[in-house]
């Protein structure tokens, strides 16, 4: 069972991303390379050797997916690459549960950040956030660092919540 290990190695990875995220509204590269490389690297040595290659073939396509959808305006270019990087750590037959949770994740944090935003106490803890300042723009990586931890957690610790 390789989830309780790729929790635990992506969590700090998660952290940064949703921490960078809110505070430059910008998930870097080395963040993204670092945790491809983080799966590169667990993933030979924790899977099947086929189940590792369809999972690299997965994360392929999700960047394929998400550079389209870069180009055409539907999703920033380090929110596309952070899901290319952690898609590859969900086994293919978790993703419709996967992304349930992530769908859940997004929304909540949207509201979060939303409700946040408006409380001055809470902006002025750390008001040099950017996403504080940027309008409708959402930095997206809260809820993708949130959806992607918290699934591999339910995973790892076989929690009941989507269990089928």
């Known amino acids: 069972m390789p989830e309780l290990a790729f929790f635990l190695l992506t969590l700090p990875i998660s ?4 921490w960078s995220d809110l505070s430059r509204m910008k998930i ?3 963040l993204n390379l670092i945790l491809a490389a983080v799966f590169v690297v667990s993933g030979i040595v924790l899977l099947p050797l086929g189940d590792y290659g ?9 960047l394929l997916v998400g550079f389209v959808l870069n180009q055409a305006g539907q999703v920033g270019g ?6 290319a990087a952690f898609i590859p750590f969900v086994a293919p037959q978790d993703i419709a549960p996967f992304f349930f949770t ?10 979060v950040h939303r409700s946040a935003r408006a409380i001055p106490a809470v902006r002025n803890l750390v008001p040099h956030w950017k996403s504080w300042h940027v309008g409708r723009r959402f930095p997206m990586g809260l809820g993708l660092a949130a959806g992607f931890s918290l699934f591999l957690a339910i995973r790892a610790f076989n929690l009941p919540f989507l269990q089928g």
């Open 15 to 18: 952290f940064w991303a949703a």
């Open 28 to 30: 870097s590269n080395r």
């Open 102 to 111: 992530l769908s859940l994740c997004l929304l909540a944090a949207v509201a």
């Open 78 to 83: 380090g929110d596309a690459k952070f899901i």
């Open 54 to 62: 369809v999972r690299l073939g997965i994360g392929v396509a999700a």
